[in-house]
T-cell receptor, first 111, second 115 residues
């Protein structure tokens, strides 16, 4: 079964607006990662947050992690049409090998 | 070189064929992965190799047979597949002394169609 569940499943916004995606997971994790996937292509790693971190920034991306609620959020600020893609959270458990992906959020940014 | 390459990009095969997918990385990563992804779904883990040994097999049917000939190369041998096996097959690698706290690098995938 999937470790992570994401919401919303789909999100449509105007260019320049912020986009927020949420991820929940079920078991203890070593870290949580966010990936982007453009239509039918390979995944690109965006950001990794460790279980002892609460917030991390990378350019226009801000990720939070709440291990007590087993949830994470990804905020993309000042969105661009090029941000249109599917976004997945993924969790890695202690031991480090097994990475399980959430269902994903499909983001559409209108120019 | 931070690239994972996969060949072929597209593959069409009949149910009686035998084919192989190939994945290569030259980043010195010691963990390599195969995922299967259906349309509008997340990647599903199939196999993990760590230091060239099979570490995880997610109860994948035996018609999929992985192989790791060396630390840079990962193959997925396909035999007697079913139409429902049609999907995007993704390879990924991950490195570092502590394999746990590193991101995965993904290849572009092989789009497989079983007829």
């Amino acid at each position: 079964s999937q470790q992570g569940e994401e919401d919303p499943q789909a999100l449509s916004i105007q260019e320049g607006e912020n986009a927020t995606m949420n991820c929940s997971y079920k078991t203890s994790i070593n870290n949580l990662q966010w990936y982007r996937q453009n239509s039918g292509r390979g995944l690109v790693h965006l950001i990794l947050i460790r279980s002892n971190e609460r917030e991390k920034h990378s350019g226009r991306l801000r990720v939070t992690l709440d291990t007590s609620k087993k949830s994470s959020s990804l905020l993309i600020t000042a969105s661009r049409a090029a941000d249109t893609a599917s976004y997945f959270c993924a969790t890695t458990s202690a031991g480090g090998f097994k990475t399980i992906f959430g269902a994903g959020t499909r983001l559409f940014v209108k120019a | 070189d931070t690239e994972v390459t996969q060949t072929p990009k597209h593959l069409v095969m009949g149910m009686t064929n035998k084919k192989s997918l190939k994945c290569e990385q030259h980043m010195g990563h010691r963990a390599m992965y195969w995922y299967k992804q259906k349309a509008k779904k997340p990647p599903e883990l199939m196999f993990v190799y760590s230091y060239e040994k099979l570490s995880i097999n997610e109860s994948v049917p035996s018609r999929f047979s992985p192989e790791c000939p060396n630390s840079s190369l990962l193959n997925l041998h396909l035999h007697a597949l079913q139409p429902e096996d049609s999907a995007l097959y993704l390879c990924a690698s991950k490195g570092g002394v502590n394999l746990g706290n590193y991101e995965q690098y993904f290849g572009p995938g092989t789009r497989l169609t079983v007829t």
